[in-house]
């Protein structure tokens, strides 16, 4: 079945480093593939998507771009702020059974000051 | 606002008690959806409805029951039979279910403990 496979965390990093946080995926077919963010005690917002081949999605200084050769949705940001430090979700809409969204296990990122 | 809402934010039973969690949207959104997330997890799908008076399970269903009677409410029931209901809860909707490119909007989750 469809699969999302993120890299583990916690990532921890300092204010102005460059974030690079992989995302591999295993579908029929073309899904969307999205970037999710949760911040302590909240449920999930819509980072930034991307729904073919080739296309970038981008928000708030996030970048990821739609892989199909590799598979991947890697999630970059040339320089975090303390305020990115939040779990960050990877997931593709299913193309069968429903169109569900297939979600990783997260990605917890800390930033310091 | 257009929104998710679920109520509570916090939910504390006692074992062997079923309990309700409410999700409301004023989306106008078909497609809704109960997430579980455990510490340090990802997601888990409960249940999914695509249209009112129709839902499916997702896939850790056992000891959860769900409806879907009006477009804006789905509403969860934890019950007595789930062995660790601990957790804390999401709630999200989709415009449409069966468009592959929709992204998905969640409610502030509700955290429920066994106590």
């Known amino acids: 079945g469809d699969s999302v496979t993120q890299m583990e965390g916690p990532v921890t990093l300092s204010e102005e480093a460059f974030l690079t946080i992989n995302c591999t995926y295993t579908a029929t077919g073309y899904p969307s593939l999205f970037w999710y963010v949760q911040y302590p005690g909240e449920g999930l917002q819509l980072l930034l998507k991307a729904t073919k081949a080739d296309d970038k999605g981008s928000n708030k200084g996030f970048e990821a771009t739609y892989r199909k050769e590799t598979t991947s949705f890697h999630l970059e940001k040339g320089s975090v702020q303390v305020s990115d430090s939040a779990v960050y979700f990877c997931a593709l809409n299913s193309n069968t059974g429903g169109f569900k969204t297939i979600f990783g296990a997260g990605t917890r990122l800390f930033v310091k000051a | 606002d257009g929104g998710i809402t679920q109520s509570p934010k916090y939910l504390f039973r006692k074992e062997g008690q079923n309990v309700t969690l409410s999700c409301e949207q004023n989306?106008?959104?078909?497609?809704m959806y109960w997430y579980r997330q455990d510490p340090g997890q990802g997601l888990r799908l409960i249940y999914y409805?695509?249209?009112?008076?129709?839902?499916q399970k997702g896939d850790i269903a056992e000891g959860y029951s769900v409806s879907r009677e009006k477009k804006e409410s789905f509403p969860l029931t934890v019950t007595s039979a789930q062995k660790n209901p601990t957790a804390f809860y999401l709630c999200?909707?989709?415009?449409?279910?069966?468009?592959?490119?929709?992204?998905?909007?969640f409610g502030q989750g509700t955290r429920l403990t066994v106590v």
């Open positions: 989306l106008n959104h078909d497609a």
């Open positions: 409805s695509q249209i009112v008076n129709d839902f």
């Open positions: 999200a909707s989709k415009t449409s279910g069966g468009a592959p490119n929709t992204e998905a909007f």
